[in-house]
């Protein structure tokens, strides 16, 4: 029964830290996948995202930084967690709108080495930002008073709550993803457009509304992941750029474009840092899952469920 549970709480661990990555890795995804744009940035956004959700949850300190020097000893509005998760992604959203009209676009016939470079600064630029005006200490994040503590589940025992509400959310936002990507009309047109854009432009559809809001969407997930994944470690300028290396692999290993690649690579790639970690190999953690990502490319260099089209 120990073993049984060991298991199971490892499992359950890594699907919460395999959320994390699906949350950002199917963002990350569909914009590569459908614009053909590599967005370095996609972990800034996730930044942006913990920091607003901070802002808008509570009262947060300031110890250091610019605001502090100009006399400001807190920020926040105190709106609590419900109210972030529904304000943080439409903030976001509106973000990735921007960003895609003012920047991705004037890239998206340039090299890949050219919209790494020009979203990577801009990444730097926002992560420099925060620091300077909130300064580089780490923030507790709150979790929401009616999902912390927690829960006896059987077989397992005492399980924290919030992970499992983590789990849940990403569940429901990835389905309902999935579902406008597949099953819609709007979602034709998208995928019609990265087929073969030139065609669905002759039938007289214009992509370019679709693609803005692609992007959105994309950056919006982003967002979403920063206040879920807030309460589990402290947020910190550096966050956004731990994350995007993760969200990459995951997105690469289960195959570009691919929303249900995204989700078994990220639950693969947390069960798996989950497993080293548990089992006193934690310093191996970062290097299990690129040394994972290394076997599957060498396999399957299209990803666990890419095609060759996808990295033609």
Request: glycine share 14%; no cysteine; aromatic share 8%.
């Amino acid at each position: 029964m120990t073993l049984l549970a060991d298991i199971l709480t490892i499992l359950l661990n890594g699907l919460q830290q395999g959320a994390i990555y699906v949350l950002l890795a199917v963002g990350l995804s569909i914009i590569l996948g459908t614009l053909k744009f590599v967005n370095f940035a996609h972990g800034a956004l996730y930044l942006v995202g913990a920091y607003l959700g901070l802002f808008i949850t509570g009262q947060v300190p300031l110890n250091n930084g610019q605001l502090a020097e100009w006399g400001i000893q807190s920020y926040g509005i105190g709106l609590g967690f419900i109210a972030a998760l529904i304000i943080v992604p439409i903030v976001v959203f509106v973000v990735g709108l921007l960003m895609e009209r003012f920047v991705a676009q004037a890239f998206y016939d340039r090299p890949d080495t050219d919209q790494i470079l020009v979203t990577f600064g801009l990444a730097i630029i926002v992560q420099e930002l925060l620091r300077a005006l909130l300064g580089g200490n780490s923030q507790p994040f709150p979790q929401p008073s009616w999902a912390s503590g927690p829960i006896a589940l059987p077989v397992v025992g005492n399980f924290p709550r919030w992970r499992l509400g983590v789990i849940a959310i990403t569940a429901v936002l990835v389905l309902g993803v999935y579902g406008l990507v597949e099953y819609t009309d709007f979602g034709l047109i998208v995928q019609a457009g990265t087929l073969d854009g030139e065609m669905v432009r002759l039938l007289g559809i214009k992509l370019s509304r679709p693609y803005l809001v692609v992007f959105g969407i994309g950056a919006a997930l982003a967002g979403v992941a920063g206040v879920v994944g807030g309460p589990l470690a402290n947020v910190n300028p550096n966050i956004g750029t731990e994350q995007l290396v993760p969200a990459f692999l995951t997105v690469v290993i289960g195959g570009v474009g691919k929303i249900e690649g995204a989700v078994v690579a990220g639950l693969m790639l947390g069960t798996l840092q989950v497993l080293l970690i548990q089992t006193g190999y934690a310093a191996w953690s970062q290097v299990g899952i690129y040394a994972l990502a290394a076997l599957v490319l060498l396999v399957r260099p299209q990803g666990l469920l890419g095609s060759e089209v996808d990295v033609s």
